[in-house]
């Protein structure tokens, strides 16, 4: 434990923790919260009294008809805003064009081709985007779909994925959105879960300028179930589809088939209706689908988009979220939380390299983007690229810096930090889950001083510990689960059709508490420090140790690019480690850098961390969200065949060459 402690301190050290910006805040048009003690009295207060809390933030909704009770909380099962009816897609659009802010930018789009070098861009306005989303909603009820049917959504990055998204909000239909990167089979998997009768797709989606054929994967995934009855195709790169009268409809043609005026209002839903149903993977082979309710979804992810964010509509603010509406990130904080708060919303619908490796911060410089969130995987393949990108634009208009999805390491933050944030933005490193719905733990711009790698504090009204099983703190700086002791409004409401899935998961491990899958440790001053999932927690020599700490050090020597730690089975140790690594071209494979790495590994964390095989591979294998597959690699390291889910594998010849590679 004193060699984990002693890289701690060092970690720690006082030259390693940046103060907060509050000019950041200010040419933001103000911080939310503007001081280190009000968020520790508002936070004490909003964890003492949550109801009163959270009904003072409800206010900011627009409601049909009022709440009557708060929160009703019988473990597992939460409950808020209970008789309260509103509309998602009413306080996200309709609101703000009611007020006077029609002609507003809601959504900002930029595809990826750039024919002659230009791009392709859209702006639209709350009012366009309003007309849209009544056109789509009227006509999916056209096609039969009401209140409570659910809706799937496997389409690229356009504004048309919103649109269809706030009109199943509308209407009242979960919808269920599949990242256009998943495989057909997912689709089928997924539909038929769900019980959906309707998929709405594109005829393609540009990535890396190449299409991919979104339609004809529905058609497979439609000649293998009998559910999908419905499909709607939006146009979007001339791609060529096969059509089968009766079933599938151009977006084109239902949106024009009205004369006039559509009518479609905006359906009262129960506070506790489902918004949607997302897919995500736990630790069996088989996705579950999270469900997320109306009221407490909005009132969290409006409060956390314009606490962490500094979101304010009338201050100039450009907001570009870089993560694919596919996933949690996309859904809380591209539509719903950040349109609820009446700023623009900017997508981009391709890859970070086309057609060069500056294309995001051409992207900044374009749009002049106030506020920049990305993932820390995608922060490295930007260092790997080299800083000649970057610098090649203005990015002075950025004035916050998010991180999401996986801890940081910090080499990844202080290149963040210096490179992309001209060491002036703060960089808010939010920790939460698709289950959460919203930020979890994270900083305050402007107010929280972060240490790079921690996510730092819980949000307002988040009562987040690390503990034992049984629910005990446990002391700073050692390792425990990641728990969180009360309910809060966006937690999840179930995993659809599997009660018993969603108790076993999230309910079972700690005693009385929501379960988040993690390990987490806390430092002196009650910074979170996320370990990882608690599988990837290695238990070596009876040492406990996290494999991303492990990778962090093994990234910090200058000839790695990536490392993936997994635990293997060791005759004498129990657990030994296992470190795949790529190499930066200075990088000179072989066992005279084996033993350098793990010299240098002993030098940042401690002897007991020193990989037991290091294994060198040109790329890690990885999900199509970018995160390295580590079930995949622990079957390697063991030297067994993978038996889980690899359908949300980025490139099976990364896994190829790894075999390959057998030392
Ligand atoms: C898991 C949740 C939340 C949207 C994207 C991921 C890891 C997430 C952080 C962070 C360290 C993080 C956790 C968590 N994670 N954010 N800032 N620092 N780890 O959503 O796919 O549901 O994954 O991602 O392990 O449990 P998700």
């Given at each position: 434990m004193s060699d984990q402690q002693s890289s701690f301190d060092s970690v720690l050290s006082e030259d390693r923790v940046f103060p907060p910006s509050p000019d950041a805040g200010a040419s933001l048009g103000g911080a939310w919260i503007d001081s280190m003690e009000s968020y520790r009295d508002l936070h004490a207060k909003s964890v003492a009294d949550p109801e009163g809390f959270w009904a003072a933030a409800a206010e900011d909704l627009d409601w049909f008809s009022h709440w009557d009770t708060v929160l009703e909380w019988n473990l597992p099962d939460a409950r808020w805003f209970i008789g309260g009816t509103l509309n998602a897609c009413w306080n996200c659009v309709d609101r703000h064009v009611e007020s006077g802010h029609g002609d507003e930018v809601a959504i900002v789009w930029e595809g990826e081709p750039m024919p002659g070098g230009e791009p392709d861009v859209r702006h639209l306005t709350y009012a366009e985007v309003q007309d849209k989303v009544i056109r789509f909603a009227a006509a999916l009820k056209g096609l039969?779909?009401?209140?409570g049917d659910i809706v799937t959504i496997y389409m690229g990055m356009v504004p048309e994925l919103a649109i269809a998204c706030l009109a199943c909000a509308r209407i009242g239909a979960p919808h269920s959105v599949i990242f256009g990167g998943f495989s057909s089979q997912a689709i089928v998997d997924r539909v038929e879960d769900a019980d959906s009768r309707i998929v709405i797709t594109c005829d393609g989606a540009w990535r890396r300028g190449l299409i991919v054929p979104l339609k004809d994967n529905v058609d497979e995934a439609a000649r293998n179930t009998d559910r999908i009855e419905h499909v709607v195709v939006l146009k979007r790169c001339e791609n060529e589809v096969q059509w089968i009268d009766g079933r599938d409809a151009w977006w084109h043609d239902l949106m024009e088939s009205g004369d006039g005026p559509v009518e479609c209002p905006c359906e009262p839903m129960d506070s506790e209706d489902m918004l949607f149903l997302l897919y995500t993977s736990g630790s069996t082979g088989k996705p579950k689908g999270i469900m997320h309710t109306t009221g407490g979804y909005m009132v969290y992810t409006m409060l956390t988009s314009r606490y962490t964010f500094n979101l304010r509509p009338d201050c100039d603010q450009m907001y570009w979220c870089t993560a694919d509406v596919g996933w949690i990130t996309g859904h809380s904080y591209i539509i719903y939380g950040v349109m609820a708060n009446r700023v623009p919303t900017l997508m981009y619908e391709g890859a970070p390299n086309h057609p060069e490796p500056d294309r995001f911060w051409s992207i900044v410089e374009r749009h002049k983007v106030t506020q920049f969130y990305t993932a820390p995987t995608a922060i490295r393949a930007f260092m790997k690229w080299g800083d000649e990108h970057p610098a090649?634009?203005?990015?002075?208009?950025?004035?916050l810096l998010g991180t999401v999805g996986e801890p940081i390491n910090p080499e990844a933050w202080m290149w963040y930090h210096r490179v992309?944030?001209?060491?002036?933005c703060p960089i808010v490193d939010t920790w939460w889950q698709t289950e959460t719905g919203?930020?979890?733990?994270t900083p305050l711009p402007a107010v929280t001083p972060t240490v790079p790698g921690s996510c730092t504090l819980p949000f307002l009204g988040i009562d987040a510990i690390v503990c034992d099983e049984r629910g005990n703190e446990v002391p700073p700086n050692s390792g425990g689960l990641l728990a969180i002791r009360t309910p809060w409004p966006s937690m999840l409401r179930g995993v659809y059709g599997d009660r018993q899935r969603f108790i076993d998961t999230y309910f079972s491990t700690v005693d009385g508490m929501y379960f988040a899958g993690d390990s987490a440790r806390r430092d002196d001053r009650g910074y979170f420090w996320i370990m990882g999932r608690v599988d990837d927690v290695i238990n070596v020599s009876g040492h406990r140790l996290g494999t991303m700490e492990v990778e962090s050090a093994l990234v910090s020597h200058s000839s790695v690019v990536e490392a993936a730690v997994v635990g293997m089975p060791h005759e004498i140790k129990g657990t030994g480690i296992a470190a795949f690594v790529t190499l930066d071209p200075s990088g000179e494979p072989g066992d005279e850098l084996k033993v350098a790495l793990r010299e240098h590994v002993a030098k940042e964390i401690?002897?007991?961390?020193?990989?037991d095989m290091i294994r060198f591979t040109d790329a890690l294998p990885k999900t199509?969200?970018?995160?390295?597959?580590r079930r995949l690699l622990r079957d390697i390291a063991a030297g067994a065949e993978s038996t889980g889910d690899v359908t949300t594998l980025e490139d099976f010849s990364v896994l190829a060459k790894l075999r390959d590679d057998e030392e």
């Amino acid at each position: 434990m004193s060699d984990q402690q002693s890289s701690f301190d060092s970690v720690l050290s006082e030259d390693r923790v940046f103060p907060p910006s509050p000019d950041a805040g200010a040419s933001l048009g103000g911080a939310w919260i503007d001081s280190m003690e009000s968020y520790r009295d508002l936070h004490a207060k909003s964890v003492a009294d949550p109801e009163g809390f959270w009904a003072a933030a409800a206010e900011d909704l627009d409601w049909f008809s009022h709440w009557d009770t708060v929160l009703e909380w019988n473990l597992p099962d939460a409950r808020w805003f209970i008789g309260g009816t509103l509309n998602a897609c009413w306080n996200c659009v309709d609101r703000h064009v009611e007020s006077g802010h029609g002609d507003e930018v809601a959504i900002v789009w930029e595809g990826e081709p750039m024919p002659g070098g230009e791009p392709d861009v859209r702006h639209l306005t709350y009012a366009e985007v309003q007309d849209k989303v009544i056109r789509f909603a009227a006509a999916l009820k056209g096609l039969g779909i009401g209140k409570g049917d659910i809706v799937t959504i496997y389409m690229g990055m356009v504004p048309e994925l919103a649109i269809a998204c706030l009109a199943c909000a509308r209407i009242g239909a979960p919808h269920s959105v599949i990242f256009g990167g998943f495989s057909s089979q997912a689709i089928v998997d997924r539909v038929e879960d769900a019980d959906s009768r309707i998929v709405i797709t594109c005829d393609g989606a540009w990535r890396r300028g190449l299409i991919v054929p979104l339609k004809d994967n529905v058609d497979e995934a439609a000649r293998n179930t009998d559910r999908i009855e419905h499909v709607v195709v939006l146009k979007r790169c001339e791609n060529e589809v096969q059509w089968i009268d009766g079933r599938d409809a151009w977006w084109h043609d239902l949106m024009e088939s009205g004369d006039g005026p559509v009518e479609c209002p905006c359906e009262p839903m129960d506070s506790e209706d489902m918004l949607f149903l997302l897919y995500t993977s736990g630790s069996t082979g088989k996705p579950k689908g999270i469900m997320h309710t109306t009221g407490g979804y909005m009132v969290y992810t409006m409060l956390t988009s314009r606490y962490t964010f500094n979101l304010r509509p009338d201050c100039d603010q450009m907001y570009w979220c870089t993560a694919d509406v596919g996933w949690i990130t996309g859904h809380s904080y591209i539509i719903y939380g950040v349109m609820a708060n009446r700023v623009p919303t900017l997508m981009y619908e391709g890859a970070p390299n086309h057609p060069e490796p500056d294309r995001f911060w051409s992207i900044v410089e374009r749009h002049k983007v106030t506020q920049f969130y990305t993932a820390p995987t995608a922060i490295r393949a930007f260092m790997k690229w080299g800083d000649e990108h970057p610098a090649k634009h203005d990015l002075s208009s950025l004035k916050l810096l998010g991180t999401v999805g996986e801890p940081i390491n910090p080499e990844a933050w202080m290149w963040y930090h210096r490179v992309i944030g001209s060491q002036r933005c703060p960089i808010v490193d939010t920790w939460w889950q698709t289950e959460t719905g919203g930020h979890m733990i994270t900083p305050l711009p402007a107010v929280t001083p972060t240490v790079p790698g921690s996510c730092t504090l819980p949000f307002l009204g988040i009562d987040a510990i690390v503990c034992d099983e049984r629910g005990n703190e446990v002391p700073p700086n050692s390792g425990g689960l990641l728990a969180i002791r009360t309910p809060w409004p966006s937690m999840l409401r179930g995993v659809y059709g599997d009660r018993q899935r969603f108790i076993d998961t999230y309910f079972s491990t700690v005693d009385g508490m929501y379960f988040a899958g993690d390990s987490a440790r806390r430092d002196d001053r009650g910074y979170f420090w996320i370990m990882g999932r608690v599988d990837d927690v290695i238990n070596v020599s009876g040492h406990r140790l996290g494999t991303m700490e492990v990778e962090s050090a093994l990234v910090s020597h200058s000839s790695v690019v990536e490392a993936a730690v997994v635990g293997m089975p060791h005759e004498i140790k129990g657990t030994g480690i296992a470190a795949f690594v790529t190499l930066d071209p200075s990088g000179e494979p072989g066992d005279e850098l084996k033993v350098a790495l793990r010299e240098h590994v002993a030098k940042e964390i401690g002897a007991i961390a020193k990989p037991d095989m290091i294994r060198f591979t040109d790329a890690l294998p990885k999900t199509r969200s970018g995160k390295i597959m580590r079930r995949l690699l622990r079957d390697i390291a063991a030297g067994a065949e993978s038996t889980g889910d690899v359908t949300t594998l980025e490139d099976f010849s990364v896994l190829a060459k790894l075999r390959d590679d057998e030392e």
